[in-house]
């Protein structure tokens, strides 16, 4: 059997890894089948200087080793694919979640997957691939577009996974929530079941709860990764031969909507691999872009996300309407130019109002909920509505509901050639990898996109040699820079959560589609009075290892603020629209100029600059 990292005790892990730890005074250890049982340091006076032949470095506090051929960081629906290829290959693999298995990001909405694909798209060749319209790779686009799984009928899209279409038609066909000529989409899929696969196989090993907080580069190469077991505090250091990561885009810097930021997207997206990378000297693109939906802002209580509330993507933009009544839909200039027939136009769409005077007061517009209308609507939605009138006495359909720009994904990825590895880290795969102007993957493009790297990654370790010398070194600067965020001491510190909703009220309009120029100027402003003035009084309340939430968010908000400054410097640099990026001073498209990915780099002062990648 396949084993599931726990909050207690570290399970019988991969056939291959092995586990060392440096120093004893963390406890008794035991090693024997494969398991170890043992106490977790409780506190700094417990973790004594180390320094054993075992180790993988020197550090000052005692540390775990695992080795694997194939570290795969993310557990949703890229890494699924790209673990699906790894299995038909037999290769043993360690996999890090930072949420518990099966439940983490958009993987864990298993009560109302979405399902997309292109009816009929199987390609044979990169020839027959369609031309990309969006700024990305195009090669890779087209090397990706024949990754198709077989799709001419509707149900292996599931099939292989034990799960069935439970929506049907009275006939006994599948029921689409939408069925369009370019798109086609189903719900109630249970990704329940993916995640019940992996772990019957023996040959894969997953470390949940454990946050990955630095990877191991060296001489331009990626050698695996720090991470950080939440439940105990304990550090882990994983070294690979192939390193492929399939985190998602990070979203939780924009905006603060009373509870949450303004996505449907889970407090772990926080852009920990992207922003490790970053501080090596990586570079990252495409930070500017984001995807969005239009999704209910009352009550105020509640979050502006699909997962909790009504909304409206491109599926149901025919019901959205402006303060006075009339529908998008009826407008000349929307209607001409077909924005309400996809995710970006509709953005598009909703500036056309808002910059005519008919928007709502927080810069949206408005969702006609009336009965009929909520009836056609995803079955999400349809829940949502009944469940806040049962409880809040709020009834959608009795009045327009005001709907605002919710980002449910995001850019900001590593560049990487062909073959899908990062051109700054070899033997670093990326599954988000091909993003452009579309800000994000849909499960479309993370099933393909899982699929080749790790094909790409399967090649790169057949022909694997090991290099001629290892330091480790940045093992022991990462656990010193863990160690410091965990234990400082500073007069008037500020709270982690503190820290990171400045970021998120700072980002709160510059992140939005439409991106004014003196917002952006503003938001860059407070980003850097964050940086100088905050950062460095944030503190932890305690110094606990186990369970320690400041600690956590102390991690994130070093990751939240580099790319928040990303997205904001980015957004200023773009000096033109394109998609759901509006830069209201620069209204149109420029491909002369900005056909581009703006490739950021950080030096060590925190300074960004940036190179134009043409795509």
Not at 385 to 394: M, P, V
Not at 546 to 556: H, P, T
Request: overall charge negative; hydrophobic content about 35%; glycine content about 8%.
């Amino acid at each position: 059997m396949g084993s599931t990292q726990g909050e207690k005790t570290v399970r019988s892990m991969d056939r291959r890894s092995f586990f060392k730890l440096g120093g004893l005074t963390a406890g008794a250890a035991a090693l024997a089948g494969g398991a170890l049982v043992g106490c977790a340091p409780t506190s700094a006076t417990d973790m004594a200087q180390t320094g054993g032949e075992n180790e993988t470095v020197a550090a000052s506090v005692p540390y775990a080793v695992y080795d694997t051929d194939i570290l795969v960081i993310g557990a949703g629906f890229g890494a699924s694919f790209a673990m699906q290829e790894a299995c038909k290959a037999g290769q043993n693999m360690l996999v890090i979640d930072k949420a518990p298995y099966g439940f983490g990001g958009a993987f864990g909405m298993s009560f109302d997957i979405m399902h997309t694909w292109v009816p009929g798209a199987y390609y044979e060749t990169e020839e027959e691939v369609p031309v990309a319209t969006k700024i990305r790779n195009e090669s890779l686009y087209r090397k990706t577009g024949v990754q198709n799984e077989v799709e001419l009928n509707p149900d292996v899209v599931v099939a292989n996974w034990g799960e069935i279409l439970s929506a049907r038609n009275e006939d006994g066909t599948p029921f689409y929530i939408y069925d369009f000529p370019t798109t086609r989409g189903f719900e109630h899929s249970m990704t329940r079941h993916w995640s019940d696969y992996f772990r019957s196989k023996d040959y894969v090993t997953v470390h949940d709860r454990t946050m990955i907080t630095d990877l191991i580069i060296e001489d331009g190469r990626c050698l695996g990764a720090v991470g950080l077991h939440l439940p105990t505090g304990e550090y882990r250091v994983y070294r690979a031969k192939v390193t492929l990561t399939a985190t998602g885009g990070c979203t939780q810097f924009y905006g603060w909507n009373s509870t949450s930021a303004t996505t449907n997207n889970v407090l772990d997206n926080t852009a920990d691999v992207e922003m490790a990378l970053f501080r090596h000297g990586g570079k990252i693109a495409n930070a500017e872009f984001g995807s969005y939906d239009m999704m209910g802002a009352f009550p105020r209580s509640f979050t502006a996300s699909e997962g909790s509330m009504v909304g409206a993507d491109s599926v149901h933009s025919g019901d959205l309407m402006d303060s006075e009544g009339t529908y998008l839909k009826d407008y000349p200039e929307i209607a001409e130019k077909e924005y309400l027939t996809t995710q970006s136009g509709v953005m598009q769409a909703v500036d056309v109002v808002v910059r005519a005077g008919k928007g709502s007061e927080n810069g949206g517009v408005y969702l006609d909920c009336k009965q009929e209308s909520l009836s056609t609507m995803r079955w999400m939605y349809q829940r949502n509505a009944q469940l806040l009138k049962e409880k809040f006495g709020y009834d959608f359909t009795s009045q327009p509901t005001e709907v605002v720009p919710e980002m449910y994904e995001h850019g900001g990825e590593p560049i990487t050639d062909d073959n899908a590895m990062c051109v700054d880290a070899e033997g670093l795969f990326c599954v988000r990898a091909n993003a452009g102007s579309e800000g994000g993957m849909m499960n479309i493009t993370n099933r393909r996109m899982g699929r080749y790297a790790m094909k790409k990654a399967l090649e790169y370790l057949a022909s694997y040699e090991e290099p001629a010398s290892v330091t480790y070194e940045g093992v022991a600067a990462e656990i010193a820079r863990l160690e410091d965020l965990r234990t400082r001491t500073v007069d008037d510190p500020l709270r982690p959560i503190t820290v990171r909703r400045n970021i998120q009220y700072a980002c709160a309009e510059a992140g939005r589609p439409v991106r004014p120029t003196d917002v952006l100027e503003t938001a860059k402003a407070e980003l850097d009075r964050i940086m100088a003035e905050d950062l460095p009084r944030m503190a932890c309340a305690d110094d606990s290892l186990v369970q320690n939430a400041d600690w956590k968010d102390a991690i994130e908000v070093v990751n939240l603020l580099d790319i928040a400054r990303l997205t904001v410097e980015a957004s200023l640099a773009r000096e033109e629209s394109r998609d759901a990026f509006i830069r209201p001073d620069f209204p149109e498209p420029d491909d002369e100029n900005w056909k581009c990915a703006l490739a950021y780099t950080r030096a060590e002062d925190g300074s960004l600059s940036y190179e134009k990648i043409p795509y």
